[in-house]
């Protein structure tokens, strides 16, 4: 797009946000300007510069930011410097302060009695008449402008002589959702997911279209109830600034202990912990979540399953959603060939599936650009605090039936991934569109970017947790003309293990068990090179039971060479073999046939069939042996990118148990006996 358009474009979005939502909008440069030298929430400050600064005149700009910064040093409460403020009300018998109120009744007196956080005064009484027009100061409580007075009654005992005079909200006394839904009709979708962009403080005109999206996402845990998300990538992208910075309703645990009590419910002061307290509990840095209690885990995951948990004698139900941000230390490819994408989770998650398959999305945190300065906007967006409002407006709402109307979800999601698409999907559309006035195009391009998200769960959970969640070909269809689509991960497509076309001679994939169970890929190389006829190793290690395969594989061939071809030499050469595990769990002893037909391959400088994959075993006689784990074996061919696979005759039988999807991704080739396999293989008749 051309520089000026954009420019004006954009221009044209700051007045048209100016005029539609007057007094709600604050131009986000002149927040970074304050927010470095004063230590007050965001949401504070935005209040301030929206009544002071909401116009586009520079000079009248210029006036009102420094008001505020006066407001602030003259009125600003300093937790230090309390006791100080508390004199300057006493001497001067009446004084402005800002700090955050909260109001209980005391039904003994039946008065309302104000606590003061920063100032640290309790039982202050307050007019009836600020509590019923400004109801957030009995929830959790608000920033205010207060004007206290002091008189000092000798006859009276028992009641404060601090009353409040004058009591003005900084943050957001009540919220006309209304306004919003009228308001977003005169912006189209681009300009509104700009808007929202911009009232988090980023530039969108610096981002790609993708990006934006997974921005949006981040703030879908603050419109949906419960709803469960991880975001893994490198550091600096912004990962908790959403959860610490813009919403007041959301909490950023940072660094690694917690406990059941003060997460959800604490069984000696009967209180309920963050999830009944906040909308969203955000944990940084994943790395080092540990409980002290052993139960943590397990009732974690009772929570993210189900909304509520049952600690003591009664069952607790609270609608905070869970957000789980990390770093990733290696590069996205490495982490995909050698383990899965949840790796960077504490050891006692990182290989549990139940913990895992309840995040409803797992967002790509490597698609996210590092921030830098240009990122960040100097336009006009929301005030932080009128935005937190509108999105905890919008959790009492649903729009998990959005899809309904014109798509059907495909066969392959279970219970657990339609509720989490739905989730998504809901909370996308409160975000981009309040009012529920949206089109077919609209929700497709949501439905697709909320299967993405859970796929790359499903495909984790695949690979930690084999075949019981073989199912991840997500898809869904349309109403009318019943056509499927299917939805991909991009990270999935380029990571192949085994390349596409023929190999080199001599080369041979082969899958089996490792010692713990877990079934890995491994690649052969063998090379014959002239010499008297031994037989080198290299890449075992001290595995015993690679090693005596391997000399199996190759007392066969010598015993066997002339069967298979008279040009084979076996005292006329050297043979030799190197071993790549090329997933890292460890050697496997199931390799007698591959290297049988590595040695044939080498030798006569035939490679095998492009992309095969041998699976089997066999003894020093040729006896061969069934496959253990046929269908996982087979899961694990395919993944790797296997398009033909291998197999010995007696496990025919096994072909029952094996999904149809499975089945139809590589050709199946039987081979009776070591010999058979070895012509197979080399796609000789």
């Known amino acids: 797009m051309d520089e000026k358009v954009e420019e004006t474009m954009t221009l044209d979005l700051d007045k048209k946000l100016n005029s539609v ?26 209040y301030l510069l929206g009544m002071y600064c909401a116009t586009d005149d520079e000079q009248s700009i210029l006036e009102g930011v420094e008001r505020v910064k006066k407001i ?21 018998g009446q004084y402005s302060i800002i700090d955050k109120v909260t109001v209980a009744l005391n039904p003994k007196i039946d008065t309302y009695e104000a606590e003061f956080s920063n100032l640290g005064l309790k039982g202050v009484p307050v007019p009836a008449s600020y509590v019923k027009e400004f109801d957030k100061l009995l929830v959790g409580g608000i920033w205010c402008m207060i004007k206290l007075d002091y008189f000092y009654d000798e006859e009276v005992r028992n009641i404060s002589p601090f009353t ?94 917690s406990t059941v009590a003060n997460l959800f419910y604490n069984m000696s002061s009967r209180k309920v912990g963050l999830v009944g307290l906040w909308d969203c509990v955000a944990f940084d840095e994943v790395a080092g979540i540990r409980f002290k209690d052993k139960d943590g885990i397990q009732i974690m995951k009772d929570y993210m399953a189900s909304g509520s948990f049952a600690r003591g004698k009664e069952e607790k139900s609270a609608s905070a959603s869970m957000v789980f941000v990390g770093n990733i230390n290696q590069s996205v490819d490495t982490l995909i060939k050698t383990s899965h994408l949840f790796a960077p989770f504490p050891p006692e998650m990182a290989n549990d599936t139940a913990f895992f398959d309840r995040m409803h999305y797992y967002l790509a945190g490597w698609e996210i650009p ?21 999105f905890r407006e919008m959790r009492k709402r649903s729009f998990a039936d959005a899809i309904d109307r014109y798509f059907k979800l495909g066969n392959n999601l279970n219970q657990r991934d339609t509720v989490a698409v739905r989730k998504t999907v809901s909370g996308l559309v409160k975000l981009i569109y309040p009012n529920g006035e949206y089109t077919r195009e609209d929700i497709e391009e949501i439905l697709q970017y909320a299967l993405e998200g859970r796929r790359r769960v499903k495909e984790q959970l695949k690979k930690i947790g084999g075949m019981e969640f073989y199912d991840v070909m997500f898809s869904y269809l349309d109403k009318e003309t019943m056509a499927e689509e299917y939805v991909s991960v991009p990270e999935q497509g380029g990571g192949k293990l085994i390349p596409e076309g023929m190999g080199r001679h001599g080369h041979v994939y082969v899958v089996g068990h490792g010692n713990s169970g877990m079934i890995g890929v491994y690649k052969l190389e063998n090379q014959v090179v002239s010499g008297t006829g031994k037989f080198d190793k ?32 076996t005292k006329t050469k050297d043979y030799l073999m190197h071993i790549s595990d090329l997933q890292g769990i460890g050697l496997t002893d199931e390799l007698a046939i591959a290297e049988l037909i590595g040695l044939c391959s080498g030798a006569l ?81």
């Open 164 to 257: 409040v005079n004058n009591l003005k909200p900084i943050q957001m006394p009540n919220m006309d959702i209304n306004e919003v839904f009228e308001g977003r009709r005169q912006f189209t979708k681009e300009e509104w997911i700009d808007v929202l962009i911009r009232s988090i403080g980023m530039e969108p005109t610096q981002l790609e279209e993708r990006v934006k999206w997974h921005l949006l996402l981040r703030l879908v845990a603050l419109v949906e109830n419960n709803y469960n998300m991880c975001e893994l990538g490198p550091r600096g992208t912004g990962k908790s600034h959403v959860y610490k910075e813009v919403s007041p309703n959301s909490i950023l645990v940072s660094g690694g202990q």
């Open 72 to 92: 602030l040093s003259d009125n600003f409460v300093r937790p230090d410097e309390a006791e100080k403020i508390k004199s300057r009300i006493r001497e001067l």
């Open 21 to 46: 939502f007057a007094g709600r909008v604050v131009r986000k440069d002149l927040t970074k300007l304050i927010k470095e030298g004063a230590n007050v929430p965001i949401y504070v400050l935005e």
């Open 605 to 685: 400088e035939k490679p095998v069939q492009e992309s095969l994959v041998v699976l089997g075993n066999m003894t020093v006689g040729g006896t061969i042996s069934k496959v253990e784990e046929f269908a996982n074996m087979l899961q694990v061919c395919v993944d790797a990118g296997a398009k033909r696979v291998l197999i010995p005759a007696i496990s025919i039988v096994d072909l029952q148990a094996v999904p149809s999807d499975l089945l139809v991704k590589v050709q199946p080739i039987f081979y009776s006996d070591p010999i058979d396999a070895v012509y197979k293989a080399l796609g000789v008749s």
């Open 370 to 390: 590092k921030m830098r300065p240009e990122y960040f906007t100097d336009k006009y967006g929301f005030i932080v605090d009128y935005i937190a409002e509108f």
């Open 538 to 569: 290299s890449g075992v290690g001290s595995h015993r039971g690679a090693k005596e395969s391997l000399d199996t594989a190759f007392r066969f061939f010598t015993a066997n060479s002339k069967s298979i071809s008279n040009t084979i030499s």
